[in-house]
């Protein structure tokens, strides 16, 4: 059973610039949620989507954008990139929404913005 | 959202037992108690979830105290890939509320050979 797919692995931006993340969710999983984890800052909640609609949001401006396609993979975007935002991103799918459910990470895309 | 604390790191023996404690004395009926853990250059993975009963996996066992105000992971027999920082966390599962994971600083797990 394939895992949780990310993509791409590794992204060097420009500060101001724009990016787009990627997200496969494990087949039938129908909830993906998006975390950032930094040195500094450790693994902070992003969003999360549950069939195309996002159910909660964490405290992140609004340069940091998200969405979820019908066959549940997921993008995560983030504009005019600031060096701040360097991190490691990583997407995590779920059977459901909800606590009583477990999550499957991906192994996370590292973004360094220049 | 109810907080969780844990030790900052631990150390253990190859082959020996390792209990992992959390306190969640703030926690309410409804939040399910989650483990994870996250090994060096990978993504987080789950370890375990339980909300009132003792739980085992393949990987682990949860023990919940009876009042709820804290839980121990139990490795029982560690191997040199436990090693890694496991997170306690609390989500709440009263209906009306999410299910995002707050990451805390989690405990350092050593396993010397």
């Known amino acids: 059973k394939a895992g949780v797919t990310q993509t791409p692995r590794y992204l060097i931006k420009t500060r101001g610039q724009q990016v787009t993340l990627s997200c496969s969710p494990i087949?039938?999983?129908?909830?993906v949620s998006w975390y950032q984890q930094t040195p500094g800052q450790g693994l902070q909640f992003l969003f999360e989507y549950f069939s195309e609609t996002q159910r909660n949001k964490g405290n992140f401006p609004g340069r940091f954008s998200g969405r979820q396609f019908s066959n549940s993979r997921s993008e995560m975007n983030v504009s005019t990139l600031e060096l701040g935002d360097s991190a490691l991103y990583l997407c995590a799918s779920s059977l459901g929404a909800g606590p009583f459910y477990g999550y499957t990470f991906g192994s996370g895309t590292r973004l360094t913005v220049v | 959202d109810a907080k969780t604390t844990q030790p900052n790191s631990m150390e253990s023996n190859e082959e020996e037992p390792v209990h992992l404690p959390c306190n969640h004395s703030?926690?309410?009926?409804?939040?399910?108690i989650h483990w994870y853990r996250q090994l060096p250059s990978q993504g987080p993975e789950y370890v375990i979830h339980?909300?009132?009963s003792n739980v085992n996996n393949r990987m682990a066992s949860l023990a919940i105290a009876e009042d709820r105000k804290s839980s121990t992971l139990i490795l029982h027999r560690a191997t040199l890939r436990d090693a890694a920082v496991y997170y306690c966390?609390?989500?709440?599962?009263?209906?009306?509320?999410?299910?995002?994971?707050?990451f805390g600083k989690g405990t350092k797990l050593s396993v010397k050979p």
């Open positions: 087949s039938g999983h129908r909830s």
């Open positions: 703030t926690i309410s009926g409804t939040d399910y």
């Open positions: 966390i609390l989500t709440r599962g009263d209906g009306g509320s999410q299910g995002n994971l707050i």
């Open positions: 339980g909300l009132t």
